[in-house]
């Protein structure tokens, strides 16, 4: 069966970095794209960041251009967000998912599978 495990969290202080990590299994991970989602206390869950099956970049959110970005090794079978400058507003748990497809789409009427998740927090 699909599972996605989170790791990499933590509790960071502003302008600092985390790099999750994303193990997939039970499925061909170099079919899919993949992203990354987070959800905030009180708020609900946003797309991140998402890359293609060709590796292509789509950004879900505006506030962390420049300072996140996505990658994959599939060989691995492995997912990464790398967050640098990291700001209080980014304190949230982050998601991994598969996409429906080989595209992005982050329309969450499809058929997404979700990892557990993973705190990151960020603070003094």
């Known amino acids: 069966q699909v599972q996605l495990v989170e790791s990499g969290g933590g509790l960071v202080q502003p302008g600092g970095s985390l790099r999750l990590s994303c193990a997939a299994s039970?499925?061909?991970?170099?079919?899919?794209?993949m992203s990354w989602f987070r959800q905030a206390p009180g708020k609900e869950r946003e797309g991140v960041l998402c890359?293609?099956?060709?590796?292509?970049?789509?950004y879900y959110s505006d506030s962390v251009k420049g300072r996140f970005t996505i990658s994959r090794d599939n060989a691995k079978k492995t997912v990464y967000l790398q967050m640098n400058s990291l700001e209080p507003e980014d304190t949230a748990v982050y998601y991994c998912?598969?996409?429906?497809?080989?595209?992005?789409?982050?329309?969450?009427?499809?058929?997404?599978?979700w990892g557990q998740g993973t705190q990151v927090t960020v603070s003094w």
């Open positions: 998912a598969r996409e429906p497809n080989f595209g992005c789409s982050g329309d969450l009427r499809g058929s997404y599978y």
């Open positions: 039970g499925f061909a991970l170099n079919y899919y794209a």
């Open positions: 890359i293609s099956k060709s590796e292509s970049t789509t």
